[in-house]
């Protein structure tokens, strides 16, 4: 069983973290259909109570940072927030001591700014949200890369903005099942981009 933990914070954006929380929790569906032992999927934020995204939506996180179970995989979503959450010393420093025992550490957008503040990201290839690619480069000691939907570097996947997120994590969902799984939860989910007004 994996424990997949998203990071919840406020002014975080709504998609990044409910991208990656469909697939995973899709891949549990799916396993659980298979006769396997469904994975868990949590909300973390560093207090209890709703916590307000970026466009309006609230969500009411699972755990807290002092109460949450073990982790496999740690995701750091973007939004408006995460540019302040950078200089949250409480939840970098949770966020480093945490990412050095999970087998995976993932960011979505600016979550990147986030992996790169608390540690984890640090000397590492990232992708972040386009806008976003001078800031992370300016702050040194990463290679940002531009053009690639997400990028692994180590066990850090990093991706671009909002919609990029669920391809990383169904790339995540096959390194910790298998590339076949991962094809069931992508088909499950129906997950197949077709933009109407592409350049």
Request: glycine share 12%; with cysteine.
């Amino acid at each position: 069983m994996t424990t997949n933990g998203l990071v919840l914070f406020p002014d975080v954006e709504e998609l990044d973290f409910v991208g990656p929380w469909e697939v995973f929790a899709t891949s549990s569906m799916v396993k659980s259909l298979g006769g396997g032992e469904p994975d868990t999927v949590v909300g973390i934020s560093q207090s209890a109570g709703p916590v307000r995204c970026a466009k309006g939506m609230r969500v009411v996180p699972d755990h807290t940072l002092s109460d949450h179970p073990d982790l496999h995989v740690v995701l750091v979503p973007g939004g408006q927030g995460a540019r302040r959450e950078k200089d949250n010393r409480e939840l970098m420093g949770w966020l480093a001591e945490v990412s050095s025992r999970c087998r995976w550490v993932a960011s979505v957008c600016t979550g990147a700014l986030l992996l790169h503040e608390a540690g984890p990201g640090k000397g590492r290839r990232l992708a972040t949200h386009w806008a976003f690619e001078d800031s992370l480069a300016a702050r040194g000691n990463v290679e940002v890369v531009s053009g690639a939907r997400w990028v692994q570097d180590g066990n850090v996947v990093s991706s671009q903005g909002v919609s990029a997120g669920i391809d990383m994590a169904l790339w995540l969902v096959g390194q910790l099942e298998s590339p076949g799984h991962a094809r069931t939860v992508q088909r499950y989910m129906q997950y197949d981009p077709a933009p109407p007004y592409q350049e």
